[in-house]
């Protein structure tokens, strides 16, 4: 009796520990107050430092955050003395190549609003240098001159990489457009909804207010000052489990919430947004998942991302009434259903 009972208890104690492990209770337990003491390297206020590069100055701190990788091919669909609209920036993966074919043929063809300057670029990283895919590659990038590629190793805990170098080729390259969506290419975007939304939304900033904020050297600010950061905005905490692939560990981050960020799938900046993320990320130390850093990196700017209900998280159930006001959905990984709901919705 006295060998069983010992027995229950080594069980129950190895459970016990199981579950605390497991469960990362621990990290929780031991994770610090978002609210009470944020402070994410570099622990200082970038703000000024930020100003000091958009203002053409030497930094008077040096920047910590360097991604040291190059641009394997370029495009000539921006030009720094074209005004444009609205620049789409699609992240894709190097094998997605009917997804992208989906998007050429449907939100990313470039002349369908009228009066108003679009472009599209897509942009990837590198696997094997001489697989057939990247021969593929090279031959889609021969016929399109659409996409932009990064010599990084194109990975899932790498898209941090990809949207950053992306925000640098817009910030070197193509500094010209109002505004700058950035999206997966398993979206359904309506381009003419979401220009709607940004010009003539009395809530969000036109195009003459950018304009104007372009010589404001303030980096805290909102939609009036030509700083919008807007999406789908979580506000929710890390996951610590040890068997999800989204955990992340007290040394990575030990705070108890994320900041309120925008998730990746799709989201909208206008331009001075996308110089001060651009200049910002220069000293903000990297983070794996790229909407918790953006959320991290306008923290410490001082954005705060605007809430948009008509940007889905989720992937919204497709009827011709129900999407008349949709901006973006998740859920079309099938290039084919892209095709039909987006022929549908402009039939006209």
């Not at 009470?36 to 430092?49: G, K």
């Not at 989906?102 to 009066?115: A, D, F, K, L, V």
């Not at 805990?157 to 070197?172: A, D, Q, V």
């Not at 605007?306 to 973006?328: L, M, N, P, W």
Request: aromatic fraction near 16%.
């Amino acid at each position: 009796m006295r060998r069983r009972r010992v027995y229950q208890y080594f069980v129950c104690a190895s459970v016990l520990v199981y579950i605390y492990y497991f469960f990362g209770v621990c990290d929780y337990i031991f994770s610090k107050s978002y609210d009470d003491n944020f402070d994410y390297p570099l622990s200082i206020d970038i703000r000024p430092v930020v100003n000091e590069v958009l203002s053409g100055k030497k930094p008077s701190v040096a920047p910590i955050n360097l991604y040291p990788y190059r641009f394997l091919s370029n495009s000539g669909k921006c030009s720094t003395l074209e005004k444009l609209d609205l620049f789409i920036v699609v992240k894709s993966a190097m094998d997605n190549f009917a997804k992208r074919n989906g998007i050429r043929q449907t939100y990313g063809q470039e002349n369908i609003i009228p009066g108003r300057i679009v472009r599209v670029l897509f942009f990837l990283g590198i696997g094997d240098s001489k697989s057939i895919t990247q021969m593929r590659v090279d031959r889609e990038m021969a016929d399109h001159k659409d996409i932009i590629q990064i010599d990084f190793h194109d990975s899932y805990y790498n898209n941090t990489i990809k949207t950053m170098m992306s925000f640098r080729w817009l910030y070197e390259h193509c500094s010209t457009a109002d505004f700058y969506l950035f999206t997966d290419d398993d979206m359904f975007v309506s381009v003419k909804n979401l220009l709607d939304y940004l010009y003539d939304n009395p809530s969000t900033s036109s195009a003459n207010e950018i304009e104007s904020a372009k010589n404001n050297k303030m980096v805290v600010g909102n939609e009036r000052d030509g700083i919008l950061f807007a999406g789908y905005v979580f506000n929710s905490s890390p996951q610590r489990f040890s068997w999800s692939k989204w955990r992340v560990s007290l040394d990575e981050y030990p705070w108890n919430k994320w900041p309120p960020y925008v998730t990746a799938g799709a989201y909208v900046v206008s331009n001075r947004c996308m110089k001060l993320f651009h200049v910002g990320s220069l000293f903000v130390k990297n983070f794996r998942f790229d909407d918790i850093y953006l959320g991290i990196v306008a923290k410490k700017l001082g954005v705060k991302p605007t809430h948009c209900s008509r940007f889905h998280f989720y992937k919204k159930s497709y009827s011709e009434s129900g999407y008349q006001d949709v901006i973006a959905s998740h859920g079309y990984s099938d290039p084919d259903e892209l095709y039909r709901v987006w022929n549908e919705l402009n039939k006209s």
